[in-house]
């Protein structure tokens, strides 16, 4: 398992020494997973949280009529899981899936919970990302309150350049909360102005 990736991510935040380290590392389960394959359903129990070393996952929202709605991407070094249901053992309101083949490493809210006692700086560090995830999620709701599709599509791009040559139409489409066809009219108008 290769736990480079995942510490040099704590590190921006946290630091760590040996004992701490290898007690994270110890809690950690390495899973690899194949395109398309679910690591969630929903109505499922939320029993991990999920580093992303390598691959494309995609949260979403499937409505009783079968619509998908997009919640999330995540890309290496991005943390992924149905918080709410994770946090308090229900039932999974998401649905989460490997865009591509990916490598996971998860930790389980028992397991969570150990981390918070044995080392307490991991209250701070988990604070911070779920700062960080609300101000995102913060700020994307305004932009779909205020920006006309096409400058969140331009938005999209600028803040996940990377994301947008992994990920399809449909799915960048359902993220953006617009059908693919008018998802393909602003790529289309985009090329022509250039």
């Known amino acids: 398992m290769d736990e480079s990736l995942v510490l040099k991510h704590i590190s921006r935040h ?46 979403f929202y499937l409505d009783p009529s079968g619509k998908e709605s997009t919640i999330m991407f995540a890309l290496p070094d991005w943390w992924i899981t149905d918080m709410y249901c994770f946090i308090n053992q229900k039932p999974a309101m998401l649905t989460i899936e490997a865009l591509e083949e990916s490598s996971l490493l998860q930790l389980k809210k028992d397991s969570l919970d150990e981390l918070y006692s044995e080392v307490p700086k991991f209250e701070k560090f988990f604070r911070i990302m779920m700062q960080n995830a609300y101000i995102r999620e913060q700020l994307r709701t305004i932009e779909n309150l205020s920006l006309p599709a096409e400058e969140r599509y331009y938005t999209f791009l600028k803040k996940y350049p990377l994301a947008a040559e992994r990920i399809t139409q449909k799915q960048i489409a359902s993220y953006l909360g617009v059908t693919p066809e008018f998802l393909s009219s602003i790529k289309t108008n985009k090329q022509k102005k250039s």
């Open 14 to 59: 946290i630091s760590l020494d040996s004992r701490e380290t290898s007690f994270f590392l110890s809690l950690l389960t390495e899973k690899k997973v194949q395109k398309k394959e679910l690591i969630l359903k929903q109505q499922q129990v939320c029993k991990e949280i999920s580093f992303v070393q390598s691959g494309v996952l995609r949260a």
